[in-house]
């Protein structure tokens, strides 16, 4: 923060010092929101969606919430909790691509080769998708039709769309003609249900 700012060393302490005290004074509105969108989780209104969680208590608290979702687990003790509560897991294709955490987390990759993880989602690179899950199978992480799934019926599971994720008769579908003979796969043509 100091080189960014602009700040000596004394003066960024200083000021996370206070962010850090503005942040707390916050805690109550907090626990308010998260009380009022528990409540409509478990009315299946929405989907509550834990973010970040790092240990099998942080997932525990989650479902007491009316949590259904565990996006972006840090420690493999988190993703696995989640899974044996029945949450999908959502990992980041960043991740997944470059084999590691940027943050030091638990890699995707590693989560995927475990069986723990449901989904893919995009991150801050939404021409990730695909690479992410071209890149996990040539890698030997998983099979291609498995990493596919992390981007199409992981992602409906996940937001609760029980109408499309799958080739199946009966559901809704598009299908994508994808060229991954390059270092990136390429989308060529994209054929859309009527």
Same mark, same amino acid.
């Given at each position: 923060?100091?080189?960014?700012?602009?700040?000596?060393?004394?003066?960024?302490?200083?000021?996370?010092?206070?962010?850090?005290?503005?942040?707390?004074?916050?805690?109550?509105?907090?626990?308010?929101?998260? %009380?009022?969108?528990?409540?409509?989780?478990?009315?299946?209104?929405?989907?509550? /969606?834990?973010?970040?969680? $790092?240990?099998?208590?942080?997932?525990?608290a989650?479902?007491?919430?009316?949590?259904?979702?565990?996006?972006? +687990?840090?420690?493999?003790?988190?993703?696995?909790?989640?899974?044996?509560s029945?949450? +999908?897991?959502?990992? *980041?294709?960043?991740n997944?691509?470059?084999?590691?955490?940027?943050? *030091?987390?638990?890699?995707a990759?590693? #989560?995927?080769?475990?069986?723990?993880?449901t989904?893919?989602?995009s991150?801050?690179?939404?021409?990730?998708? #695909?690479?992410?899950? /071209?890149t #996990? %199978?040539?890698?030997?992480v998983?099979?291609?039709?498995? %990493?596919?799934? #992390?981007?199409?019926?992981? +992602?409906?599971?996940?937001? *609760?769309?029980?109408?499309?994720?799958?080739?199946?008769?009966g559901?809704?579908? $598009?299908?994508?003609?994808v060229?991954?003979?390059?270092?990136? +796969?390429?989308?060529?043509?994209?054929?859309?249900?009527?």
């Open positions: 923060m100091a080189s960014l700012a602009g700040l000596s060393a004394e003066q960024a302490a200083r000021h996370v010092d206070e962010m850090i005290i503005e942040r707390d004074g916050q805690l109550p509105v907090l626990d308010r929101n998260l %009380a009022w969108l528990g409540e409509l989780a478990r009315a299946g209104r929405i989907r509550l /969606v834990g973010h970040d969680m $790092d240990s099998p208590g942080a997932v525990a989650l479902r007491a919430r009316g949590g259904s979702v565990a996006e972006f +687990p840090t420690t493999t003790g988190a993703a696995r909790a989640a899974r044996e029945g949450f +999908p897991v959502v990992m *980041g294709a960043p997944a691509m470059r084999g590691e955490s940027h943050s *030091g987390n638990v890699s990759a590693e #989560l995927v080769g475990l069986g723990l993880v989904a893919l989602a991150d801050y690179l939404p021409s990730g998708l #695909l690479a992410g899950a /071209v #996990l %199978a040539r890698r030997g998983t099979t291609l039709p498995s %990493a596919i799934g #992390l981007v199409t019926a992981g +992602p409906a599971q996940s937001a *609760g769309l029980a109408d499309r994720g799958s080739l199946v008769a559901l809704r579908a $598009d299908l994508a003609l060229d991954d003979a390059g270092h990136w +796969p390429v989308v060529r043509a994209v054929f859309r249900a009527s």
